[in-house]
């Protein structure tokens, strides 16, 4: 088992930053990729970026270019740096983990961002 808490988030205008972390606990020995996806009000969870053990990085096109994911194996943790938030942005954020017998969710944190 493994369990993630979220932390992060909150309200910010147009334009600006916010940083939100993701420390996993439990069996974290076994978690493969680790990311972060997010759902709209009225739209299906979709997915924002995914880290590998090793470092490698995939991002949405949505969100290419202003998003960036990290991770420290070290504090089991997992980083979404969000820069030039745009409204379209605003949804619950939700941190996840992959292993081989699972797949785990974090509580999810609510991003808004105002025009």
């Known amino acids: 088992q493994v369990q993630l808490v979220e932390s992060g988030g909150g309200l910010v205008q147009a334009g600006g930053s916010l940083r939100q972390s993701c420390t996993a606990s439990?069996?974290?020995?076994?978690?493969?990729?680790m990311g972060w996806y997010r759902q709209a009000p009225g739209k299906q969870r979709e997915l924002v970026a995914t880290?590998?053990?090793?470092?490698?990085?995939y991002y949405a096109d949505s969100v290419e270019g202003r998003f960036t994911i990290s991770r420290d194996n070290a504090k089991n943790t997992v980083y979404l740096q969000m820069n030039s938030l745009k409204p379209e942005d605003t949804a619950v954020y939700y941190c996840?983990?992959?292993?081989?017998?699972?797949?785990?969710w974090g509580q999810g944190t609510q991003v808004t961002v105002s025009s």
């Open positions: 880290i590998s053990r090793s470092g490698n990085t």
């Open positions: 439990g069996s974290t020995y076994n978690i493969n990729n």
């Open positions: 996840n983990a992959k292993t081989l017998y699972g797949n785990y």
